[in-house]
């Protein structure tokens, strides 16, 4: 059986068309903040690393310039961030008037609560509250 040396997701890759957007929507909207920004080796690529508040935990990569073309390599479902209080996050994502909100936070029978919103090229973002 395989075993990795660290035990937890890194981050999740999302191609997108346009980074400027995309930034300022998981700044603002989700309440990633902006932890690095660079060049690919090739010249082309530009990434952008978001996360929690200076954590180490995993993080969400931004790829622009990678295809003209999406979703040509496939795509990610969702992610999901969590929260403790799921109505206050409901409350102040439907004040800024996202698209695609669920019309209601959903419980799942094991007292799990959720929403999801979608971002600017169309990805998934859940807000997941145990």
Same mark, same amino acid.
């Given at each position: 059986?395989?075993?990795? /040396?660290?035990?937890?997701?890194?981050?999740?890759? *999302?191609?997108?068309?346009?980074?400027?957007?995309? *930034?300022? @929507?998981?700044? =603002?909207?989700?309440?990633?903040?902006?932890?690095?920004? #660079?060049?690919?080796? =090739?010249?082309? !690529?530009?990434?952008? @690393?978001?996360?929690? =508040?200076?954590?180490?935990?995993?993080?969400?990569?931004? *790829?622009?310039?990678?295809?003209?073309? #999406?979703?040509?390599?496939?795509?990610?479902?969702?992610?999901?961030? /969590?929260?403790?209080? *799921?109505?206050? $996050?409901?409350?102040?994502?439907?004040?800024?008037?996202?698209?695609? #909100?669920? $019309?209601? !936070?959903?419980?799942?029978? =094991?007292?799990?609560?959720?929403? @999801?919103?979608?971002?600017?090229?169309?990805?998934?973002?859940?807000? @997941?509250?145990?």
């Amino acid at each position: 059986m395989f075993a990795l /040396s660290q035990k937890r997701l890194d981050h999740v890759g *999302i191609v997108v068309r346009d980074l400027e957007a995309t *930034i300022a @929507f998981y700044t =603002n909207v989700v309440g990633l903040e902006l932890k690095d920004r #660079l060049t690919h080796t =090739n010249g082309v !690529i530009q990434l952008a @690393f978001l996360g929690f =508040n200076g954590s180490d935990e995993t993080e969400v990569e931004l *790829i622009q310039g990678y295809s003209d073309t #999406l979703p040509a390599e496939g795509t990610v479902h969702h992610f999901a961030v /969590s929260t403790d209080n *799921i109505e206050a $996050e409901y409350a102040r994502v439907q004040g800024l008037d996202v698209p695609h #909100l669920d $019309e209601e !936070i959903v419980t799942l029978p =094991n007292g799990y609560r959720y929403f @999801f919103v979608h971002g600017p090229e169309g990805e998934w973002i859940e807000f @997941f509250q145990r």
